[in-house]
Structure formats: structure tokens, C-alpha cells
């Protein structure tokens, strides 16, 4: 199976498409206001109702979430469930040695002489490696993922939605900046397209042994 980048990309059109018009009104707003300015008009909008729910958004972005997504789509699909493992294991690997280069430090620490920052109660801050939001790109990661394999390509632009979500969950509980989010998303969803685009294109990931899952009824 001949796979390529523009095949993906139309796959993804729902997701594609609107997370460029997204990403290109973030960069604007980024050469626009400074950090600062864009971490504390963020911070100034808070209440418990958002405390809760961006503590439950950021959980998608953890790699327990992940490996639970992995062994559900195992149920149904080894091909689906491999395509999800490795696009996180590539987006990892990448983010953990940007994460190490760059050396950036948290909004808990970037602002520690700062009196009125509010910090959502229970949420252990980090203070080092911000650069850019592993959340975040575990985050598109798995959108991305999520939109090629869905029948209904409508569900890519919810999917995007979702993986916003998370992105601003980090901002929101001062774990990461604007621009450390920016970097997440686009790192996620251009690595794992490129990583798509190789992996699906193999003969064996196609086969019945890889396309059925643990739930397949097996051939008599």
C-alpha cells in the first residue's frame, strides 16, 4: 500500500485545516503580546468549576491515558493499537530531547517573585524542562491518530478540540507557557503525520494478522 503525505492530510482534512487557522492566529497573538502578558491574562480568568475540569482535560495528556487508549484499540485492532504506541513513542522521544536542550524553566519558577499568580490547589508544579508541553504533544499526538483512523473524518474537528483543551489545561494550572504549548501541538501533529505517512504504508501492518484484534474471532 502506497501511502502518501497528501493521502494523510486528506484524511485529516477536518483536523488539518482548522488547526492551521488556529496555529497561525496563536503565532499572530504570540509576536503580538509578550509572554508575561499572555500567562497572566490567562491566569487572571479562573474558577472552581475550570479548576476541575482542566485538572480532569490535563489527564488526557498523561501517558497512563495513553496506554489505556493503547490496549482498548488492541481489543479491536493490532494495527490501530501499534499506529497509536509508536506515534507516541516517536512524539516522546522527540519532545523529551527538545525538552533537555532547551532547559526551560517553569511559570512557578520563571515568576517566583511574583505575589498574585493563582495556582490551582493540589496541583503539583514543576519546575523545570517547560519547554516544550509533553502533555501537549501526547495530546495531538493522539488526535491526530484518533481523526486518520475514524470512519467519520467529521470527528477530527472534535478531536482537535479536545487536544486544545488539553494545551490550555496546561497554561491554565501554570505548568507551561503559550509558547511551550504552541511547540507541543505543532511537534505532535507534524511528527505524527510524517510518522503515518512511513509506518501505514508497510505491506504487514495490513495484513489479517495485524488488522484483526484480541476480541477478533479467529478463523476457523
Request: contains cysteine; positive net charge.
Amino acid at each position: 500500500m502506497k501511502l502518501r503525505i497528501t493521502d494523510v492530510l486528506y484524511r485529516l482534512r477536518l483536523f488539518f485545516i482548522p488547526y492551521l487557522i488556529i496555529l497561525s492566529a496563536c503565532l499572530i497573538i504570540k509576536l503580538i503580546y509578550t509572554r508575561e502578558a499572555i500567562y497572566f491574562t490567562v491566569n487572571s480568568y479562573h474558577n472552581t468549576f475550570a479548576d476541575y475540569l482542566f485538572i480532569g482535560a490535563t489527564d488526557v495528556g498523561d501517558g497512563l491515558f495513553m496506554l489505556f487508549v493503547v490496549l482498548i484499540l488492541t481489543l479491536f485492532s493490532y494495527r490501530k493499537a501499534f499506529l497509536m504506541a509508536s506515534s507516541f513513542l516517536i512524539t516522546t522521544v522527540l519532545v523529551q530531547i527538545a525538552k533537555r536542550l532547551v532547559h526551560a524553566p517553569r511559570p512557578s519558577v520563571y515568576f517566583t517573585d511574583h505575589a498574585h499568580i493563582y495556582y490551582v490547589n493540589g496541583v503539583k508544579l514543576f519546575t523545570s524542562n517547560s519547554f516544550p508541553s509533553g502533555h501537549t504533544v501526547q495530546a495531538f499526538t493522539m488526535a491526530v491518530v484518533l481523526a486518520y483512523l475514524a470512519k467519520q473524518k467529521s470527528w477530527g474537528f472534535i478531536l482537535l478540540i479536545a487536544a486544545i483543551l488539553v494545551g490550555y489545561s496546561r497554561m491554565y494550572l501554570s505548568e507551561h507557557f503559550f509558547e511551550d504549548v504552541m511547540a507541543g501541538s505543532i511537534i505532535g501533529t507534524v511528527a505524527t503525520i510524517i510518522w503515518l505517512t512511513i509506518i501505514d504504508s508497510k505491506p504487514f501492518i495490513h495484513t489479517q494478522a495485524w488488522t484483526r484484534g484480541l476480541l477478533s474471532k479467529k478463523d476457523n
